[in-house]
């Protein structure tokens, strides 16, 4: 087991509706603010959505995105910032033709879901290796399309955080990792409790770990009511942990979180009650490869 541990916040994702949380991070400056308290609170990564600021919906926005990286940039933080890609990967089949798209898809060229990352340069990018059923809609990352993303992102100098939901998406990581398009130690981040995903269970959790490539950093995350059991377990099996607003907006059965800085700070004392302690930034550029902040 590591000496220090690697909490990530995902500060607001793109699924929880605002009237679920008052508090839920929706304007650029309220999710830099959020990413700033996590930090404070003990996250050395904040992992980060946009959201438009009149409907609450998620985002593709370049410039909602270059407002909150400006923010917390210009701030002076040095926490490491990852913005997702999962935006437009969403396919909503037609009730009368499969095969047209319905209100809801949001599917977009491959390249499409990569621009911000080519124009703002961030530490890390989450990129999804996922084609699965989500509800009564689809989610498509093809393997073609996976390429396309991961070398349009390394291009740019920038570190995919390799997201898998299942076991198939680890199998096709490690072929692009042979492949030499995700170079240097790669950093998987396994999601537990979507539905018709990876269940949030050790056992599962352990088998995910089993078909990772030696010398790779993984994390684990589990959604809602899942996530500090998941947290325990991705730690005590040796790997990081990711908590936030994203996945979950409880502090504890039937109570509302405060906000992220308070979903963070209960993952420090969990970790502290299992004898771990939290990576600094640095510390977590150091095990991810990452260059030191300029």
């Known amino acids: 087991m590591a000496s220090k541990t690697i909490i990530s916040c995902a500060v607001t994702g793109n699924l929880v509706k605002p009237e679920q949380h008052p508090g839920l991070p929706v304007t650029p400056k309220q999710i830099a603010q959020a990413a700033l308290d996590a930090r404070a609170a003990g996250a050395a990564i904040a992992h980060i959505h946009v959201r438009d600021p009149e409907t609450g919906r998620g985002s593709m926005r370049l410039d909602l995105y270059k407002e909150v990286v400006d923010r917390i940039r210009d701030s002076g933080s040095d926490v490491i910032i990852n913005l997702t890609t999962g935006e437009g990967q969403r396919f909503v089949p037609s009730d009368d033709d499969p095969k047209v798209a319905a209100p809801g898809t949001t599917l977009v060229h491959p390249l499409r879901r990569v621009e911000h990352i080519v124009e703002l340069k961030p530490d890390l990018c989450s990129l999804d290796f996922n084609t699965m059923n989500s509800g009564g809609q689809v989610v498509i990352n093809t393997p073609a399309n996976v390429r396309k993303m991961a070398a349009a992102i390394v291009g740019a100098g920038v570190k995919p955080e390799i997201e898998v939901f299942d076991s198939g998406d680890i199998h096709l990581a490690n072929d692009l990792i042979a492949e030499g398009l995700i170079p240097g130690r790669p950093f998987f981040q396994i999601v537990s409790g979507v539905r018709y995903g990876c269940a949030p ?58 906000g992220n800085g308070e979903l963070v700070e209960q993952a420090v004392h969990l970790l502290d009650l299992l004898g771990g302690e939290p990576a600094t930034p640095a510390e977590a550029r150091a095990m991810l490869e990452l260059p030191p902040r300029s």
């Open 201 to 258: 269970t050790v056992e599962t959790i352990a088998y995910m770990r089993s078909l990772i490539p030696n010398g790779a950093i993984w994390s684990a995350f589990g959604i809602g009511r899942h996530e500090y059991p998941i947290l325990a377990a991705a730690h005590l099996l040796g790997g990081q942990v990711r908590v936030g607003m994203e996945d979950n907006i409880y502090i504890r059965r039937g109570q509302l979180t405060r």
